[in-house]
């Protein structure tokens, strides 16, 4: 018996979603201790202490069923924004919203317009549907190529993805951008703006892509608190977007989506704002120095809102930092395979990575193996 023939084919030729490595995957195949993780763009600062302890006061609920409307979560939001609860849908992670968009509006063949390097999940998502991603690649700059992605949105798509700020470049688009992209692009493709880097923007002219749901319900706007609220690992992402096209999404979604534990630290994180502060500031200062000294070190280093960098160091350099314990995301699966993707860590982890990078170059750069 062939169970690769009872697959549907869509999801037999999928090729996994390749997290960051674990941090103790690479200590026991090294055989090393003290190594860095700067890979998957999670909080250095930790989750908020109201956050923690938050999670100590609910453990003894747990043999309850989570509120699968998070009420809670959704009033506080709603109240928070200026928007209406029934404008959200929640999911473990934005991942899950995703996921949650390709089921409700994609069926086979249809086409997803995505820009390209981006989340590695938009192709995943819309392939595992049997919908076609058509991907459009940045402009030089490492930017959404917006007249390219109009006119492929303009040839039969059922949905275009956006990422403000890009992953994995972590460059941005302002309100200018995005209004004529819209503009151009009829009212009926759903348009998925997804915004998990929010937190951190810095440019002044970001767009209120929330203000656009009004003027266009097939809009949504994905947010998370995986990033700058440190709960990466309970796995809470939302929607917000016109009423009409959350019901939707609540039909696919099953009804305990978000645990009780995970809601309860989202509520708390979200109110702690001195945690966000820090954190913001920890960024911003990480950027600096990163962008300072990997520049002195003969490196591109693409301009980021978010809480990573992009940097362009030649081949090799994603090992040669692995064999030093340092670990950063690879970016060949992309297609840049002279690039490493870069989260800001702690003032420590970031000087710890410029020390290794320093050592490579020192041994001759990552193609002579960097061995100091
Ligand atoms: C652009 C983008 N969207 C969505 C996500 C998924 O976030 P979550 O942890 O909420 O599933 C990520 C995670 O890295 C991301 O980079």
Redesign the pocket.
Same mark, same amino acid.
């Given at each position: 018996m062939s169970i690769e023939g009872l697959v549907n084919p869509h999801i037999r030729d999928l090729t996994p979603y390749s997290p960051g490595k674990p941090i103790e995957e690479v200590e026991r195949e090294l055989g090393i201790r003290g190594s860095v993780k700067l890979a998957?763009?999670e909080n250095p600062l930790g989750p908020s202490p109201r956050a923690l302890e938050a999670l100590g006061n609910c453990t003894s609920e747990v043999h309850r069923y989570p509120d699968g409307s998070c009420f809670a979560l959704r009033e506080r939001l709603a109240a928070r924004m200026g928007l209406a609860p029934d404008q959200f849908v929640f999911?473990? *992670?934005?991942?899950?919203v995703?996921e949650l968009l390709a089921k409700t509006f994609l069926s086979p063949g249809d086409r997803v317009v995505m820009p390209w390097p981006?989340?590695a999940?938009y192709p995943l998502v819309a392939r595992g549907m049997g919908a076609e991603p058509i991907l459009v690649p940045l402009t030089d700059a490492m930017e959404h190529d917006f007249p390219a992605l109009a006119k492929a949105v303009g040839e039969g798509a059922k949905m275009v993805m956006l990422?403000n700020p890009?992953?994995p470049t972590g460059t941005s688009f302002g309100a200018g951008a995005l209004a004529d992209f819209v503009s151009g692009i009829p009212s009926d493709v759903v348009l998925v703006i997804?915004e998990?880097?929010f937190e951190f923007v810095r440019r002044t002219d970001f767009p209120d892509s929330l203000a656009l749901i009004a003027e266009r319900p097939a809009t949504i706007v994905?947010r998370?608190?995986?990033?700058i609220y440190g709960l990466?690992g309970l796995?809470? *992402?939302y929607g917000i977007s016109d009423p009409e096209l959350i019901g939707y999404l609540d039909r696919a979604r099953h009804p305990f989506n978000v645990n009780n534990l995970a809601e309860a630290a989202a509520l708390a994180a979200l109110d702690d704002d001195e945690h966000a502060r820090r954190t913001r500031e920890m960024n911003a200062s990480g950027i600096e120095y990163l962008s300072r000294e990997l520049g002195n070190l003969g490196y591109r280093v693409w301009p980021t809102d978010a809480n990573f960098v992009l940097v362009e160091t030649g081949a090799g350099y994603y090992d040669a930092l692995l064999r030093r314990g340092v670990i950063v995301r690879p970016m060949a699966g992309f297609g840049l395979s002279n690039h490493i993707r870069i989260s800001v860590g702690t003032a420590e982890e970031n000087q710890a990575l410029v020390k290794a990078l320093q050592a490579i170059e020192e041994g001759g750069g990552a193609a002579a193996g960097g061995a100091s």
């Open positions: 998957s763009n999911g473990s *992670g934005a991942d899950e995703l981006s989340f999940m990422c890009n992953n997804d998990a880097y994905l998370t608190f995986s990033k990466a796995r809470v *992402g």
